[in-house]
């Protein structure tokens, strides 16, 4: 697979995770922070009553990892899982959940045909926008799969606007990411995507400008402790729409 400079073709990137997906959960649990900073992004959400009565989407959810963190904000949610890499998906479907998470494979792009419809009260996305093709035209889509008043919420990379950032961005992926990916793959295309993908993707505040001009109001973004702040944040957004839009 070609890795240029804003990485794989976005068309790739679900193949590139079908090679990464066996150990994926490995190289990730090696993160420090990752699954805690999932859980607090999923926590900004502020979704209320632990979720009880309520439909929340889990957007390019992986393996499961964003689903879990979901799953501990709001435990008495139905949670939908989906995802476009059938292996990453089958690893999470592996794992034990209870009855009200269940997971559809299909992309971002296809969720009307794949049965997935609003509205929903909460739409978490991790580490997906960056990776799609049209992001504009889905951020406006899944916006109008929100309840009016509900919340998304993107937790994602977005290092531009900082040059300290972006300097630990290159150093953690060369100096362990690349590395290690490559070691338990035999690959390194995934990796170098990541790479050159984060680097290429939104500054915090165009991103968040990205997010107004696709109709979300209340816009703001936290990041992260450790090493990922300014690295990784949490990007919060409502959707003001009327539920017949």
């Given at each position: 697979?070609?890795?240029?400079?804003?990485?794989?073709?976005?068309?790739?990137?679900?193949?590139?995770?079908?090679?990464?997906?066996?150990?994926?959960?490995?190289?990730?649990?090696?993160?420090?922070?990752?699954?805690?900073?999932?859980?607090?992004?999923?926590?900004?959400?502020?979704?209320?009553?632990?979720?009880?009565?309520?439909?929340?989407?889990?957007?390019?959810?992986?393996?499961?990892?964003?689903?879990?963190?979901?799953?501990?904000?709001?435990?008495?949610?139905?949670?939908?899982?989906?995802?476009?890499?059938?292996?990453?998906?089958?690893?999470?479907?592996?794992?034990?959940?209870?009855?009200?998470?269940?997971?559809?494979?299909?992309?971002?792009?296809n969720l009307a045909a794949a049965g997935v419809s609003g509205p929903f009260d909460g739409i978490f996305a991790a580490y997906l926008i960056r990776n799609l093709a049209d992001p504009d035209q889905q951020l406006r889509i899944l916006r109008a799969l929100l309840r009016p008043g509900a919340t998304?919420?993107?937790?994602?990379?977005?290092?531009?606007?900082?040059?300290?950032?972006?300097?630990?961005?290159?150093?953690?992926?060369?100096?362990?990411?690349?590395?290690?990916?490559?070691?338990?793959?035999?690959?390194?295309?995934?990796?170098?995507?990541?790479?050159?993908?984060?680097?290429?993707?939104?500054?915090?505040?165009?991103?968040?400008?990205?997010?107004?001009?696709?109709?979300?109001?209340?816009?703001?973004?936290?990041?992260?402790?450790?090493?990922?702040?300014?690295?990784?944040?949490?990007?919060?957004?409502?959707?003001?729409?009327?539920?017949?839009?």
């Open positions: 697979m070609r890795v240029g400079r804003t990485g794989l073709a976005r068309s790739a990137v679900p193949a590139a995770f079908d090679t990464g997906a066996a150990a994926y959960d490995r190289l990730v649990g090696a993160n420090p922070g990752y699954h805690a900073h999932l859980r607090l992004s999923a926590r900004r959400m502020r979704i209320p009553d632990s979720g009880r009565g309520l439909r929340l989407l889990d957007v390019g959810c992986g393996t499961g990892a964003s689903t879990a963190a979901l799953l501990v904000a709001a435990p008495h949610a139905e949670i939908v899982g989906i995802d476009a890499s059938p292996e990453m998906l089958a690893q999470a479907r592996a794992k034990s959940w209870p009855a009200s998470v269940h997971f559809v494979r299909t992309p971002v792009e998304f919420a993107a937790h994602e990379y977005s290092v531009r606007d900082s040059v300290v950032a972006t300097a630990v961005w290159h150093a953690v992926c060369w100096s362990i990411i690349i590395p290690a990916g490559s070691l338990l793959t035999g690959n390194s295309a995934l990796h170098r995507h990541l790479w050159r993908s984060v680097t290429s993707f939104d500054g915090a505040a165009r991103f968040r400008q990205r997010l107004a001009e696709a109709g979300f109001t209340g816009v703001h973004s936290e990041t992260m402790t450790g090493w990922q702040r300014g690295v990784v944040h949490t990007f919060l957004a409502t959707n003001p729409g009327r539920e017949d839009e």
